[in-house]
């Protein structure tokens, strides 16, 4: 690089730019926060949400399946599971693993109550309805 | 060693190695669970394997960090460490830490985990890389704020440089970024979006700016190239760094409820994010052709150079692969981002810690580098790693387009089972590439056990 620009420019230039980019970052933050409620389905969030939210994290759902698109790609997204399968089916699925079948990819079983269950599903619902600008592109997810 | 008390970071270099050996053999294990799906079922299930493989992953690289700033921190400043004590028993503290977190995701059902840990208290569990119970997670911020004290002092007793600047605003990052690991609201977009805050503002910020040090500290050491003008490059690179990868962030609020604005300022910012890496292969391999000295250390120039190069072709061109939102409008949570993830990880994060180890590790064992014999097997173990990930890599991608093809864009798109079982071939291979970086590993730690005529210090 040229003997003109020197280090301390250099310097300069690396704190201006990322003290800019990062209030530039706050400020779409801070519009993203006011326009979300118009989108992320919050009116929606019940105490079976909630409990459901909480069941989905500590049986760490998150290690084989994806929400969203985020998380492990062992096992199906389940950010639209609700709609994909419904409620009853997802209801049976849970509650019959492991299926034990030699050779295929096995979930564990969490021994979840019914009132649990219900409470989770309420979640995948309550998640499957947020919007997420027509992601998954089909109901494979 | 020009100061005594940088010998505390060999703990720390070692620990590191073991911790990457247990990531490794964990990864071969969920690799396996792939295409024989009930391997290990129900002892270690995939979701257990996959937290210990990733969590192993991230305490193995602060581990590499912490070792490596003990190492050229003193030597930046001039002066010895502010508390070698301290960054010893940091070392335990950390270590028991990890090893008790680590069994307790093996040992006990995570929910009981949760459950005994306080997760009650403060949801904080469950979500992926923060998987940690509440005692680790404080104890990581305990960790990261001794290490940053530590750093601090000893910067402010002695010289101050750009490197060791950089250093600290790095790890200052580290340990302010991370605090948004304990928000977790119920709101799944607030608590996506906040996620985000740790994961990609380490990875995709502040941890750049560690990198960046500690490969701008090695360029200067086996180079000999002038203080003045690596330091100038490394200003340049992490401002373009900052530039690109904080808006950048937006590349991952296309689709979990977030405006869709974020499409163009994701799409577009995150597009530039290879300007980076790749001013940073050009800067190593410039610093090395203009070397005013040839150090005896050929093992380390070829670490750092596989660490540009490396770093560019993870994160900067895979990570381009699928970062413009119209791409990834399909690619989102396939085996493509599993691709970019390993390949990134590798050749930015692993290889420039192997880079630190390599060049601090025979000067903290008495002598400037290791012998011949050690450096040969220490290179092939290099490009055994290196070639083996590349493959890793190519094997996901592979799987990434079919998945894609199959489950999204056909006309008659299959379940995500199905398109697994069509895809199983590309899940051998890739199993196949990761007993090949096992080889490479256990040869890179083999490496430190060759005898032979060390060089001398000049």
Same mark, same amino acid.
């Given at each position: 690089? *040229?003997?003109?620009?020197?280090? *301390?420019?250099?310097?300069?230039?690396?704190?201006?730019?990322?003290?800019?980019?990062?209030?530039?970052?706050?400020?779409?933050?801070?519009?993203?926060?006011?326009?979300?409620? %118009?989108?992320?389905? *919050?009116?929606?969030?019940?105490?079976?949400?909630?409990?459901? @939210? %909480?069941?989905?994290?500590?049986?760490?759902?998150?290690?084989?399946?994806?929400?969203?698109?985020?998380?492990?790609?062992?096992?199906?997204?389940?950010?639209?599971?609700?709609?994909?399968?419904?409620?009853?089916?997802? @209801?049976?699925?849970? @509650?019959?693993?492991?299926?034990?079948?030699?050779?295929?990819?096995?979930?564990?079983?969490?021994?979840?109550?019914?009132?649990?269950?219900?409470?989770?599903?309420?979640?995948?619902?309550?998640?499957?309805?947020?919007?997420?600008? @027509?992601?998954?592109?089909?109901?494979?997810? | 060693?020009?100061?005594?008390?940088?010998?505390?970071?060999?703990?720390?270099?070692?620990?590191?190695?073991?911790?990457?050996?247990?990531?490794?053999?964990?990864?071969?294990?969920?690799?396996?669970?792939?295409?024989?799906?009930?391997?290990?079922?129900?002892?270690?299930?995939?979701?257990?394997?996959?937290?210990?493989?990733?969590?192993?992953?991230?305490?193995?690289?602060?581990?590499?960090?912490?070792?490596?700033?003990?190492?050229?921190?003193?030597?930046?400043?001039?002066?010895?460490?502010?508390?070698?004590?301290?960054?010893?028993?940091?070392?335990?503290? !950390?270590?028991?830490?990890?090893?008790?977190?680590?069994?307790?995701?093996?040992?006990?059902?995570?929910?009981?985990?949760?459950?005994?840990?306080?997760?009650?208290?403060?949801?904080?569990?469950?979500?992926? !890389?923060?998987?940690? #119970?509440?005692?680790?997670?404080?104890?990581?911020?305990?960790?990261?704020?001794?290490?940053?004290?530590?750093?601090?002092?000893?910067?402010?007793?002695?010289?101050?440089?750009?490197?060791?600047?950089?250093?600290?605003?790095?790890?200052?990052?580290?340990?302010?970024?991370?605090?948004?690991?304990?928000?977790? #609201?119920?709101?799944?977009?607030?608590?996506?979006?906040?996620?985000?805050?740790?994961?990609?503002?380490?990875?995709?910020?502040?941890?750049?700016?560690?990198?960046?040090?500690?490969?701008?500290?090695?360029?200067?050491?086996?180079?000999?190239?002038?203080?003045?003008?690596?330091?100038? &490059?490394?200003?340049?690179?992490?401002?373009?760094?900052?530039?690109?990868?904080?808006?950048?962030?937006?590349?991952?609020?296309?689709?979990?409820?977030?405006?869709?604005?974020?499409?163009?300022?994701?799409?577009?910012?995150?597009?530039?994010?290879?300007?980076?890496?790749?001013?940073?292969?050009?800067?190593?391999?410039?610093?090395?052709?203009?070397?005013?000295?040839?150090? #005896?250390?050929?093992?380390?120039?070829? &670490?750092?150079?596989?660490?540009?190069?490396?770093?560019?072709?993870?994160?900067?061109?895979?990570?381009?692969?699928?970062?413009?939102?119209?791409?990834?409008?399909?690619?989102?949570?396939?085996?493509?981002?599993?691709?970019?993830?390993?390949?990134?990880?590798?050749?930015?994060?692993?290889?420039?810690?192997?880079?630190?180890?390599?060049?601090?590790?025979?000067?903290?064992?008495?002598?400037?580098?290791?012998?011949?014999?050690?450096?040969?097997?220490?290179?092939?173990?290099?490009?055994?790693?290196?070639?083996?990930?590349?493959?890793?890599?190519?094997?996901?991608?592979?799987?990434?387009?079919?998945?894609?093809?199959?489950?999204?864009?056909?006309?008659?798109?299959?379940?995500?089972?199905?398109?697994?079982?069509?895809?199983?071939?590309?899940?051998?291979?890739?199993?196949?590439?990761?007993?090949?970086?096992?080889?490479?590993?256990?040869?890179?730690?083999?490496?430190?056990?060759?005898?032979?005529?060390?060089?001398?210090?000049?």
């Amino acid at each position: 690089m *040229s003997a003109t620009f020197t280090k *301390s420019m250099a310097r300069n230039v690396f704190y201006g730019g990322g003290v800019f980019f990062f209030l530039l970052f706050l400020a779409l933050t801070f519009d993203t926060m006011k326009v979300l409620p %118009k989108r992320d389905n *919050s009116q929606n969030i019940t105490p079976a949400v909630e409990h459901g @939210k %909480k069941l989905w994290e500590t049986n760490n759902c998150i290690g084989c399946h994806t929400l969203l698109g985020e998380g492990a790609y062992f096992a199906p997204e389940l950010g639209n599971v609700y709609p994909r399968r419904g409620p009853d089916f997802i @209801k049976a699925w849970i @509650k019959g693993q492991p299926t034990g079948v030699p050779g295929r990819r096995q979930m564990p079983q969490f021994n979840l109550s019914d009132a649990d269950i219900d409470d989770l599903i309420a979640f995948l619902k309550y998640a499957s309805e947020i919007n997420t600008n @027509k992601w998954p592109p089909n109901i494979e997810g | 060693m020009k100061y005594t008390s940088q010998a505390v970071a060999k703990p720390y270099f070692i620990a590191a190695i073991a911790l990457f050996l247990g990531q490794i053999l964990f990864g071969l294990i969920m690799g396996l669970q792939y295409v024989v799906g009930d391997f290990l079922f129900p002892a270690i299930p995939f979701n257990v394997a996959r937290m210990v493989h990733t969590n192993l992953l991230i305490v193995w690289l602060l581990f590499g960090f912490m070792g490596a700033s003990y190492y050229l921190i003193p030597e930046e400043s001039e002066t010895e460490l502010y508390s070698p004590k301290l960054a010893i028993l940091t070392f335990w503290i !950390f270590l028991v830490a990890g090893a008790v977190t680590v069994l307790g995701y093996l040992l006990v059902p995570y929910a009981s985990l949760a459950k005994w840990t306080g997760n009650d208290l403060l949801n904080t569990m469950g979500r992926e !890389f923060l998987e940690q #119970p509440l005692p680790t997670k404080v104890g990581i911020v305990l960790v990261a704020l001794s290490w940053l004290f530590n750093i601090v002092m000893t910067v402010l007793k002695g010289r101050k440089t750009a490197i060791s600047l950089v250093l600290s605003l790095g790890m200052l990052g580290l340990a302010v970024f991370f605090l948004f690991s304990f928000y977790n #609201p119920v709101n799944l977009v607030k608590d996506k979006f906040y996620w985000w805050w740790v994961v990609h503002l380490w990875v995709e910020g502040v941890w750049e700016l560690i990198l960046g040090a500690m490969l701008a500290f090695v360029l200067i050491k086996v180079t000999g190239v002038d203080r003045e003008v690596i330091e100038k &490059w490394l200003y340049v690179i992490i401002t373009m760094t900052l530039v690109t990868g904080i808006i950048g962030t937006g590349h991952h609020y296309y689709w979990i409820g977030t405006p869709a604005y974020w499409q163009w300022w994701g799409s577009i910012f995150s597009a530039l994010e290879p300007i980076p890496f790749f001013m940073m292969t050009v800067f190593a391999f410039n610093m090395v052709n203009k070397r005013r000295r040839e150090h #005896p250390n050929k093992a380390a120039v070829l &670490w750092a150079l596989g660490t540009s190069v490396m770093a560019f072709l993870g994160a900067g061109l895979w990570g381009f692969l699928h970062t413009l939102a119209p791409v990834n409008y399909y690619a989102h949570g396939t085996q493509l981002t599993a691709a970019h993830g390993h390949l990134a990880f590798y050749g930015a994060y692993a290889l420039v810690v192997l880079t630190m180890i390599s060049y601090a590790m025979p000067i903290m064992r008495g002598r400037a580098a290791n012998s011949e014999k050690a450096q040969i097997m220490e290179m092939w173990s290099f490009w055994l790693m290196t070639i083996a990930m590349f493959f890793i890599a190519l094997f996901l991608t592979g799987a990434g387009i079919v998945q894609i093809w199959l489950q999204r864009i056909s006309n008659a798109p299959m379940s995500f089972m199905a398109v697994q079982d069509q895809i199983s071939i590309f899940y051998w291979a890739r199993e196949g590439a990761g007993l090949v970086f096992l080889i490479g590993l256990l040869l890179y730690i083999g490496s430190f056990f060759v005898k032979g005529e060390s060089k001398a210090f000049e």
